[in-house]
């Protein structure tokens, strides 16, 4: 397999910015005329061009994942100002690349040199929280937490909660369809945005789809737009569906002594039909990494953590938070016990939500974002244990178990630049072994840079063909953060 890990810059891709490709038919202008008719057209406040500014903007957190100095970036503050900003990039011919809170892990933000970076934090505005139609409409710069918040107040829930949520953004939520610690029941993002205002690839403020609960009137662009990593459009406004407020949820934790075990577990509870709010694992390298730094405690006992809840109304959410003890101990856990205290819940999900942050005090960590059946879990599991002995790399596990995303986090010394070699093939031969078992490249975090070579290793060449149309017809002119998302 192919890797981009480590090249000084983007794969090459069909849609990259190109003067052979079709729609550029115009000379490219220089990049002092472009900072010009920015300059010229733009609010003040609104231009960035100090280098060590945009340095700090020009990539998300996908470790290794290459990237450049843009020729500039636009704090944008209005969906006007956004398809001010397209319409420039298209008569000079430049690439745009749109940026929410940079918390992406696949180099998906990440800048290609002459580029614009469109910086859309600043539109963070909660528009409507809407308690009878049960949906939300905010711009792109809006935190999930912060939005989750809100709609606490009225008594409403918004379920996406990747372990970002105090610092991604509801915009780069869309771009990478993400999910979270409750998608296992409740689903990811797209499963709850209703309607989206995009700039297209043609510099055209346009919607797509509807507040109504139903409508099927022409094909469904908002879906096709959401986990598209702003190469089809870039988002101004999003609407969302919401849900009432939960009941208390009930909390299981199991220790286990290894995760081919804690794999094992989580098939016994989908054996058992059972659909968790929540089924969570976490190894000792995360725990361990979490007690050094917060000294909660938890690496004590435990090589492997599972952490379950159930929101269930009544005595069927005991029920099921027993049901899932017995999957627990069937699976082989060596203790396990269940709470339903709210804050003892919260402080244990709390820890699984630090593990990544946690792990980054150690040194640079390689993210992977594999998904696989959930009968083909305790075997992944495996594999990666297998993966880091033949490699010699520390691979801490953290999971979104209930539904077989894996998050393997490859960790390696500063400065090790074997080490570093090392963690790029055992990259490579996780997500080899997840396409052998049935899996996808990736659950959530969305293909960027990182993913391009395994993405061409699952999708067929027909299929790829059929991803560079779509492309082609949305961005005629290839200027939409181009090089990521698609072979």
């Given at each position: 397999?192919?890797?981009?890990?480590g090249?000084?810059?983007?794969?090459?891709?069909?849609?990259?910015?190109?003067?052979s490709?079709?729609?550029?038919?115009?000379?490219?202008?220089?990049?002092?005329?472009?900072?010009?008719?920015?300059?010229?057209?733009?609010?003040?406040?609104?231009?960035?061009?100090?280098?060590?500014?945009?340095?700090?903007?020009?990539?998300?957190?996908?470790?290794?994942?290459?990237?450049?100095?843009p020729?500039?970036?636009v704090?944008?503050?209005?969906?006007?100002?956004?398809?001010?900003?397209?319409?420039?990039?298209?008569?000079?011919?430049?690439?745009?690349?749109?940026?929410?809170?940079?918390?992406?892990?696949?180099?998906?933000?990440?800048?290609?040199?002459?580029?614009?970076?469109?910086?859309?934090?600043?539109?963070?505005?909660?528009?409507i929280?809407?308690?009878?139609?049960?949906?939300?409409?905010?711009?792109p710069?809006?935190?999930?937490?912060?939005l989750?918040?809100?709609?606490?107040?009225q008594g409403?829930?918004?379920?996406?909660?990747?372990?970002?949520?105090?610092?991604?953004s509801?915009?780069?939520?869309?771009?990478?369809?993400?999910g979270?610690?409750?998608?296992?029941?409740?689903?990811?993002?797209?499963?709850?945005v209703?309607?989206?205002?995009?700039?297209?690839?043609?510099?055209?403020?346009?919607?797509?789809?509807r507040?109504?609960?139903?409508?099927?009137?022409?094909?469904?662009?908002?879906?096709?737009?959401?986990?598209?990593?702003?190469?089809?459009?870039?988002v101004?406004?999003?609407?969302v569906?919401?849900?009432?407020?939960?009941?208390?949820?009930?909390?299981?934790?199991?220790?286990?002594?290894?995760?081919?075990?804690?794999?094992?577990?989580?098939?016994?509870?989908?054996?058992?039909?059972?659909?968790?709010?929540?089924?969570?694992?976490?190894?000792?390298?995360?725990?361990?990494?979490?007690?050094?730094?917060k000294?909660?405690?938890?690496?004590?006992?435990?090589?492997?953590?599972?952490?379950?809840?159930?929101?269930?109304?009544?005595e069927a959410?005991?029920?099921?938070?027993?049901?899932?003890?017995?999957?627990?101990?069937?699976?082989?856990a060596t203790?396990?016990?269940?709470?339903?205290?709210?804050?003892?819940?919260?402080?244990?999900?709390?820890?699984?939500?630090?593990?990544?942050?946690?792990?980054e005090?150690?040194?640079?960590?390689?993210?992977?974002?594999?998904?696989?059946?959930?009968?083909?879990?305790?075997?992944?599991?495996?594999?990666?244990?297998?993966?880091?002995?033949?490699?010699?790399?520390?691979?801490?596990?953290?999971?979104?178990?209930?539904?077989?995303?894996?998050?393997?986090?490859?960790?390696?010394?500063?400065?090790?630049?074997q080490?570093?070699?090392?963690?790029?093939?055992?990259?490579?031969?996780?997500?080899?072994?997840?396409?052998?078992?049935?899996?996808?490249?990736?659950?959530?975090?969305g293909?960027?840079?990182?993913?391009?070579?395994?993405?061409?290793?699952?999708?067929?060449?027909?299929?790829?063909?059929?991803?560079?149309?779509?492309?082609?017809?949305?961005?005629?002119?290839?200027?939409l953060?181009?090089?990521?998302?698609?072979?």
């Open positions: 397999m192919s890797s981009v890990l090249l000084c810059g983007p794969a090459p891709n069909p849609c990259r910015n190109d003067l490709l079709p729609g550029y038919g115009l000379p490219v202008t220089d990049t002092a005329t472009l900072l010009k008719d920015l300059h010229r057209d733009l609010p003040a406040g609104r231009l960035v061009t100090d280098p060590q500014v945009m340095a700090g903007l020009a990539h998300d957190d996908a470790e290794w994942a290459p990237w450049e100095l020729a500039a970036v704090r944008a503050e209005s969906a006007r100002e956004v398809q001010l900003v397209v319409g420039l990039a298209i008569e000079h011919r430049v690439p745009v690349i749109p940026r929410g809170s940079g918390t992406g892990l696949s180099g998906g933000a990440n800048a290609v040199a002459g580029s614009i970076v469109i910086d859309l934090s600043r539109m963070n505005e909660i528009k929280i809407d308690p009878v139609e049960r949906l939300a409409v905010v711009g710069g809006v935190i999930n937490d912060d989750r918040a809100a709609c606490a107040q409403l829930w918004y379920p996406p909660d990747p372990a970002s949520s105090p610092w991604s509801i915009g780069g939520n869309v771009a990478t369809n993400a979270g610690v409750c998608c296992v029941k409740y689903g990811v993002t797209g499963d709850y209703l309607e989206l205002e995009v700039v297209n690839g043609r510099g055209e403020l346009v919607r797509l789809g507040r109504t609960a139903k409508g099927v009137a022409g094909y469904d662009l908002t879906s096709l737009l959401v986990g598209s990593e702003g190469t089809l459009g870039i101004t406004e999003i609407s569906r919401l849900r009432q407020q939960r009941p208390i949820e009930h909390t299981v934790v199991g220790y286990f002594d290894s995760v081919t075990d804690a794999g094992v577990a989580v098939t016994k509870i989908a054996e058992a039909g059972l659909t968790p709010s929540a089924l969570e694992l976490v190894d000792r390298h995360c725990l361990e990494a979490v007690d050094a730094w000294n909660m405690g938890l690496s004590a006992d435990a090589n492997v953590i599972l952490l379950g809840r159930t929101d269930a109304p009544g959410g005991a029920a099921e938070a027993s049901a899932m003890i017995t999957a627990f101990e069937t699976g082989g203790w396990s016990a269940q709470t339903d205290d709210q804050q003892e819940g919260d402080a244990l999900f709390a820890a699984r939500r630090l593990a990544y942050p946690a792990l005090r150690l040194g640079p960590v390689l993210t992977e974002d594999i998904c696989l059946p959930l009968r083909n879990v305790p075997a992944m599991l495996s594999r990666i244990e297998q993966i880091a002995v033949d490699h010699d790399t520390k691979i801490a596990n953290i999971a979104h178990a209930g539904d077989g995303n894996l998050h393997p986090l490859l960790i390696t010394p500063i400065g090790d630049e080490a570093k070699i090392r963690a790029q093939q055992a990259f490579s031969d996780i997500i080899a072994g997840c396409l052998e078992l049935g899996g996808t490249v990736t659950g959530e975090h293909v960027g840079l990182l993913k391009l070579p395994g993405l061409a290793d699952e999708l067929s060449p027909a299929v790829q063909q059929m991803q560079a149309d779509v492309k082609a017809a949305l961005d005629p002119y290839g200027i953060n181009p090089g990521k998302a698609i072979v």
